[in-house]
């Protein structure tokens, strides 16, 4: 009979390093990672300057784990939408709904990690690891449609990298203009553009 594995529970060491990530994300909100100090960070954690250099060797060290962290929820808002065939505009459009509310919260450090020309390493490796992972979401999605004859000619791959890079930049430009468009009008331009560059149709038909 098979050994029964337990999981480990959570250290108090795990817990202060997941209260650090937690606070940064809501120091981030505020202003400008390049204005943030360790300092900040630390206190808002509820921790000394040398406790947070025990979890974090930087604050980009820092801002990577939140990033890390927080699109693995990115992932969860599209879920429904990818693991469908065809269309489905509504889940599409539902996963766009969910990713602007988030966007519209957390957009400014996002902006910074997503958009800036070079982060810094630590945020440079893993916005390459989930960008890659997110466009590779898409790409099987649009693979399988391309097997039953639904979508537009191109390499899946690339159509899915167009999708993630538009849906990036729209909800960048959300955050930074936030009455520049009506939220309803905004989401549903944005899914049909998604359609119309996959399919080249917004509806099924």
Do not use: H
Request: aromatic share 8%.
């Amino acid at each position: 009979m098979p050994a029964i594995k337990s999981r480990r529970a959570p250290t108090k060491g795990d817990q202060r390093e997941q209260s650090l990530v937690e606070a940064a994300r809501m120091v981030f909100r505020e202003k400008p990672i390049s204005q943030v100090t360790i300092d900040e960070l630390a206190g808002a954690a509820g921790i000394t300057r040398s406790g947070f250099y025990f979890y974090f060797e930087s604050k980009q060290a820092l801002l990577a784990a939140v990033v890390d962290q927080r699109i693995a929820e990115a992932d969860m808002e599209m879920s429904e939408w990818l693991a469908s065939d065809g269309l489905d505009r509504d889940a599409l459009r539902r996963g766009l709904a969910r990713g602007l509310a988030r966007w519209k919260v957390d957009g400014r450090w996002l902006r910074e990690a997503f958009l800036a020309p070079y982060p810094g390493p630590e945020v440079q490796q893993i916005r390459d690891r989930l960008v890659q992972q997110g466009c590779t979401m898409f790409s099987k999605r649009i693979e399988r449609d391309a097997k039953a004859g639904l979508t537009v000619g191109g390499p899946p791959d690339l159509l899915a990298k167009m999708a993630v890079n538009l849906r990036n930049a729209t909800f960048s430009d959300a955050y930074a203009n936030p009455d520049e468009f009506d939220e309803g009008e905004l989401l549903d331009t944005l899914a049909d553009a998604v359609l119309r560059l996959v399919y080249g149709v917004v509806t099924a038909g």
